[in-house]
């Protein structure tokens, strides 16, 4: 087993023990999709259509985290994103214009991408801390939202087009799937057909050797932090799409939070260093799916933040190699004489 | 003193994913003796000392220790129970001051706070008992890697240890360095702790050590009283090959460069306030220029102002006829220059990436991160380093912390060879490397040159450095003093003669 799949087994495996716990209890529906009006539904789809900003957002911060950073501004950006997008369409005197739509989508795209590679110039350039300078954000960001939508909470009317961007399905599939998977791939692409995966994990995981190395970090720290922020302002156009409206201060909320999670469980370590984009997928699913999951085993929506804890505190035991050691050893064989091993001594070779 | 051992390790075996680093392995350890563990790089001698500390566990085998079964499941428990261990890569706290660092775990007290001035007193006290000279309360990171060694030691030491494990303590200390570290282990053996000693210097293990454990691809070769086991017989034992394979480099008189042509590096008044004094250096094609000095002479500091890696504050540098004043690493290596730092787990390698990652990184720095260097290409490369600078295991897509220290110094080596550069400066580049890789190593360089490559080879080896350069620059207390360039002035006594004087005399 290669060290990517070692890494997403434990994910996988508590992933796949969530969704049998749910086909236990509500049954085999949970998980095959049903179909009408042409479009895909069920549980299952629903998760994950509803998972689909959060997977913006953490596949930005995954590559954040990876250069030892952080990025605590995503859900303020989020808030701008969609403030943009929607006040913009309300201020127009007609909201289904497709052109309106398209340049109310780019100026916003563009806003928040200038407000990522503003943290990952304040990060690279002016030396300060992640956390610190993208917490400057995550404070003022609201505050920007708010000063663009005036206070409001603007609403866009159900027959604006913007509103296929949450609402929609394309070939049966809903659109947000759709743009979440296509980010994932255009990431995995740019991360792992490029050289810039590595350099990345280089740069997170020894500054000063790849500095020597002749590696331009603080150019590829820049580009992190903007990709960042563009998957932020992405996720709050969806989000924005999908209510039909900006809310400027609980739009994305603590959604940062859940990223970072998502990003843990899925085997990127904080310290920086290798990264998992797909493990970061299935950490966002299995965030998703817990929240179904809790309903359907009957237990109040108030037990959701203890469960998602819970959850975090065993994928969190599981990838430490100290806590597996111990609560495996019991299952491990006791070392074979070699008469019996010979497979073992064969690999040992 | 009793012949009871203290430690006993028998039949021990330590599997890593896909190596076998250790296979049945027995050792010895007697009150009051010096122990040398001896092989090659990757033979498995820092392992050994990770398993009987703790730091791994073994997969097979039996320690005792005072004739009581033990098995020690961290560092920290195996400290307490009386073995105190420097580790081949320091681990050391370096933001913290080197008061904190000797007393870390065990500060004195006052009620329940740190009673910081007490402890900067005992400090000093103990680093003077030692004969090291430092400002206590300065973060560690302030001082070399082999100042840091030495505190490391100190600690041990004062810890009052049963049993003290040094792996390869004095690869970066320099001779008068190594005199006190083994003046202070002969003290310590005369108070009856035992003590096990790797390094890859023989003339050091011949000195100080009682008996020697000799290891080969994680097997045990013997052990041996160092007087019976002669020099060479114990290379063969290492190697497994005859001694007289690894015959001496002898410079083909560097008559290869023509003395007028313009050189290829030219430092003039080139300087950086508080680390090195603005000094004038020429490189020229094909040449390889010695940096010798005492440690904290400046050695280090002069070649990172040539590599980009610090900026001067004075003076210019002309490189292959170009101003390459305030150069920066990135600059430096697209116009050929290769640096490999002295510390390569802090500036060389990372430690997470695989050996093919942390080989291709310079060259794939240099194409930009958008034109990724093709898998087969990449492949080819890395296999073809592998083999020349003989890397083992062979593995290329092992993570290249899990290699012996040895070989990861070749994999940083391998990394700027493959930008193929004008200039190679290369810092210690034999430190912590066996005998056999040694001579590959030098062999190396001097290849290199031969086909017109300039080296800068900075070594606290006297015998190396005269060896393998064609000109020598001696400095103290962070100057340049003097550049030997007669073949008579090139010798041990006439640099040991430099530095004393200062480059005054003569
Ligand atoms: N954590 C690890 N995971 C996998 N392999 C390892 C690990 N640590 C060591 N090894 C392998 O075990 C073997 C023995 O390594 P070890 O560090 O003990 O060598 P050594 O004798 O100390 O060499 P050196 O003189 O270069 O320091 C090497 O092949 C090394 O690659
Ligand atoms: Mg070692």
Known sequence: MNAYAKRLMWPVLILVALIAVNIITTGIDFIVPSVNDDRLGGAFVNILRRSAPLLLIALGMTLVIATKGIDLSVGAVYAIGAAIACQMIIDSSDQTAAGLVFSAIAIALVVTAVIGAWNGVMVAYF????????????????????????????????????????RGAFLTVPIPIWIAALVLVALALLTRRTALGMLLESVGGNPEASRLAGIRS????????????LCAGLAGLIGAANLGSADANNGGQWIELDAILAVVIGGTALLGGRFFLLGTTIGVVIIGTLEDTIINVGLSSQWQFTAKAIVVFVVALLQSPEFRGWFLKPFKRKPAAPATAPAEEAVAK | MSDDPIVQMTGIRKD????????????????????????ENGAGKSTLIKVLT????????????????????????????????????????????????????????????INFRAMRRKAKALLDDIGIDLNVAAPLSSYSIAMQQLVAISRAVDIEAKVLILDEPTSSLDRDEVEVLLGVMRRLAEKGTAMVFISHFLDQVYEICDRMTVLRNGTLVGEWATADLPQNELIGHMLGREAAALEQIERAAAAHHVADEEPLVKAQGLGRKGSIAPYDLDVRRGEVVGLAGLLGSGRTETVRLIAGADRADSGSLTFDGQSARGHNPRTAAARGIAFCPENRKTEGLVGDLTVAENMI???QASRGWARSIPVARRDKLVAS??????????????????LSGGNQQKVLLARWMLIQPKLL?????????????KADIQRLVAELSAEGMAVLFVSAELDEVTRLSDRIAVLRDRELVAVLESEADMTTERIVDTIVSGGRAS
């Open chain 1, 127 to 166: 030396g300060i801390q992640p956390i610190v300078a993208t917490l400057i954000l995550m404070i003022a960001g609201r505050g920007i939202a708010q000063l663009i939508t005036g206070g409001q909470i603007p609403k866009v009317q159900d027959a604006s087009p913007f509103t296929e961007l949450g």
């Open chain 1, 218 to 229: 603080k150019g590829i720290t820049v580009l992190v932090y903007l990709v960042c922020g």
């Open chain 2, 16 to 39: 890593f994913t896909g190596v076998r680093a250790l296979d049945g392995v027995d050792f010895t350890l007697r009150p009051g003796e010096i122990h040398a563990v001896m092989g």
């Open chain 2, 54 to 113: 703790g730091v791994h566990t073994p997969d097979a085998g039996d320690i005792l220790l005072d004739g009581k079964p033990v098995r020690f499941h961290s560092p920290g428990a195996a400290q307490a129970a009386g073995i105190s261990t420097v580790y081949q890569e320091v681990n050391l706290t370096d933001n913290l001051s080197v008061a904190e660092n000797l007393f870390a775990g065990r500060e004195p007290r006052l009620g329940p706070f």
């Open chain 2, 361 to 363: 990184l310079a060259l």
């Open chain 2, 385 to 402: 380093f592998i083999e020349k600078l003989d890397i083992r295991p062979a593995n290329p897509d092992m993570p290249v912390k899990n």
């Open chain 2, 425 to 437: 400066i290369l810092d210690e580049p034999t430190r912590g490397i066996d005998v056999g890789a």
